[in-house]
């Protein structure tokens, strides 16, 4: 406990206290793009050394649930620097957590004219809340090779986006159910390419993603979010041991 309020000083990063404030979706971006009120709800828990902000879309299909924010306009980069000029202000620092929904979604909550993307064509089991209620996920399309090659270029433009708009690095959100687990899961990725079925197939999403937004923006200025034992957001369980395996062999590549 008395560390906590102390200053925390790594070669990378180097934060007021030793506080960080966990990501929250808010849906509370109108438009998709962070507002005011937005910098106002960041600004008040600037106590924190370090803030992960709320799941942020790369793309217009990553946007699963109503109203969260985005990070591929203009528009929702200025609105972004409305955040990080305030956590700023506060000596704070603040990364963008990049959270494509992949499957995990409705296409009501979509933009006009995009679909529900997944890694296969397997539907979650479940509902999710939209504007008008409750409704089943929706059936997703899954990707061909070239919407693997966009899903990629989009988390990396994003990447520059963030820091563009003034963030201190960005958290890849590879837990949770969300794209990129949905990759590492054997039972919701059943792709026979390059980006399924062995351990180090179903990972190259991820580390292909983070191989590049590193040399972009610099690895110290990325992190991984990971969940290997959660099953919410209907991630079926695998055997123990093939978990243990996966996530070994993600951390050993992150790492490189
Ligand atoms: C309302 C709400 C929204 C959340 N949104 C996100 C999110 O966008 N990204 C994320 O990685 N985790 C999200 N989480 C998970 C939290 O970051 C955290 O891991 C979780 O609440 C467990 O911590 P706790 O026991 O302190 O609540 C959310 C949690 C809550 C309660």
Redesign the pocket.
């Given at each position: 406990m008395k560390k906590l309020f102390t200053p925390y000083n790594k070669a990378a990063l180097q934060l007021k206290n030793h506080v960080v404030m966990?990501?929250?979706?808010?849906s509370r971006a109108i438009g998709n793009v962070p507002s005011d009120l937005m910098a106002t709800y960041y600004k008040q828990r600037s106590g924190a050394g370090l803030i992960?902000?709320?799941?942020?879309s790369p793309s217009p299909e990553g946007l699963g649930y109503p109203r969260?924010p985005g990070i591929f306009t203009d528009a929702q980069v200025e609105g972004w620097k409305l955040v990080t000029n305030a956590v700023h202000e506060s000596g704070s620092k603040i990364f963008l957590?990049l959270?494509h929904t992949g499957r995990i979604a409705h296409s009501s909550n979509l933009p006009e004219g995009y679909q529900v993307v997944g890694l296969s064509a397997v539907k979650a089991a479940g509902e999710i809340y939209t504007d008008t209620g409750m409704f089943e996920y929706s059936a997703p399309t899954a990707l061909d090779e070239e919407g693997i090659a966009h899903i990629i270029q989009d988390h990396v433009k994003a990447a520059e986006n963030a820091i563009a708009a003034g963030f201190d690095g960005i958290?890849l959100?590879g837990?949770?159910g969300?794209l990129l687990e949905q990759s590492l899961n054997p039972h919701v990725n059943n792709r026979i390419d390059n980006y399924g079925g062995s351990i180090e197939n179903r990972s190259r999403l991820t580390l292909e993603i983070i191989q590049k937004i590193a040399t972009s923006i610099g690895a110290d200025n990325v992190g991984l979010?990971i969940?290997p034992f959660l099953t919410s957001n209907d991630m079926p369980a695998y055997a123990e041991a093939e978990v243990h395996e996966t996530y070994v062999y993600l951390a050993r590549e992150v790492n490189q």
């Open positions: 966990a990501p929250m979706t808010r992960i902000t709320e799941g942020t969260i957590q959270m958290e959100h837990a949770h969300y979010r969940s």
